[in-house]
């Protein structure tokens, strides 16, 4: 279709493990780091993208598509914050 090749790798992490690692480390890292530097509460309330990233809080489901694909309540994760 409009001359255009589309190839599928099964597995890529499995195959080149070690530079997925670090790959996966470098992406996540930086997050871990602000956790534990800020803690979590001030964390997700100055990093949009990592709170984005939060799908349960204190038994509470503060990510919209989780709570209806299983068809809970959602809550803000603004809602619940200390």
Known sequence: ?????HYCVANMPGAVARTSTFALTN?????AL???RKGFNH???ENPALAKG???????I???AVADA???EYVSLN???I
């Open 1 to 5: 279709m409009d001359d255009v090749v």
């Open 27 to 31: 992406a996540t890292f930086p997050y």
């Open 34 to 36: 602000e956790l534990a």
């Open 43 to 45: 964390a997700f309330q």
């Open 54 to 60: 939060l799908n349960v809080f204190n038994g509470h």
């Open 62 to 64: 503060t990510h919209p």
């Open 70 to 72: 299983l068809d809970m």
């Open 79 to 81: 809602k619940i914050l």
